[in-house]
């Protein structure tokens, strides 16, 4: 069965820290990944994605993220996080036919320190 | 920049009560859904629904729950006989063609007492 794996429930940084968020996959096929954030009162905005091409992926607010088909890894990055950073963070994962049906990770929640 | 709404941010019935909740998707999307998180857990799938008909449901959604599109703008999802357990967060999302990007509304807490 396909599943989304974060084996960090929480994770806290200093500001301008760099930062990595763990995503593990199982998936049967190439997977279709994504990267999901939540602040606090707001719904889930998209990060970034990866269908196909350069496992390196850039996102919005200066995330990028690294398909590792060896590892079955999409790993979140940022070299400087900042303190709006904050927030809950959801690695997800769909096939090619229907990337609206997700299957999401448990999430990790960021607390940046100042 | 357009957004999925939706309605309540939070309601509280009690067990057995039958509940809607509203979400009205961006415009020119075509492809609707229900997701659902209870508290600690795992944002969930529930339900796609494209074409006036649901296009794909989960193990989770079964006869209690429904979904219609009944003017055209709003898209809702009915609990018929809610339960305890169906205390959650239920997001609505939607996207414009199948392998596009979902764009999520803030979510309805739903809390049944």
């Known amino acids: 069965a396909q599943s989304v794996t974060q084996p960090d429930i929480h994770i806290t940084v200093s500001e301008g820290a760099s930062l990595e968020l763990r995503c593990n996959y199982s998936y049967g096929a190439t997977p279709y990944l994504f990267w999901y954030v939540q602040s606090p009162g707001q719904g889930l905005q998209l990060l970034l994605k990866?269908?196909?091409?350069?496992?390196l992926v850039q996102g919005i607010k200066g995330f990028e993220a690294e398909f590792k088909r060896s590892q079955s890894s999409f790993n979140l990055r940022k070299p400087s996080v900042h303190w709006s950073d904050a927030a809950e963070y959801f690695c997800a994962v769909a096939n090619s036919g229907n990337t609206g049906k997700l299957i999401f990770g448990q999430g990790t929640t960021l607390q940046v320190k100042p | 920049e357009p957004e999925v709404t939706q309605t309540p941010s939070h309601q509280v019935t009690q067990m057995g009560q039958e509940v809607i909740l509203r979400c009205v998707p961006i415009s020119n999307h075509l492809y609707f859904y229900w997701y659902r998180q209870i508290l600690g857990q795992k944002v969930e799938f529930l339900v796609s629904?494209?074409?006036?008909?649901?296009?794909?449901k989960s193990e989770i959604f079964d006869d209690q729950f429904s979904v219609e599109r009944p003017d055209g703008s709003n898209f809702t999802l009915k609990i018929r006989s809610t339960k305890l357990e169906d205390s959650a967060m239920y997001f609505c999302?939607?996207?414009?063609?199948?392998?596009?990007?979902?764009?999520f509304g803030e979510g309805s807490r739903l809390t049944v007492l």
């Open positions: 999302a939607s996207t414009a063609y199948n392998t596009g990007e979902l764009f």
């Open positions: 990866y269908f196909s091409g350069d496992t």
């Open positions: 629904f494209y074409n006036n008909e649901i296009s794909e």
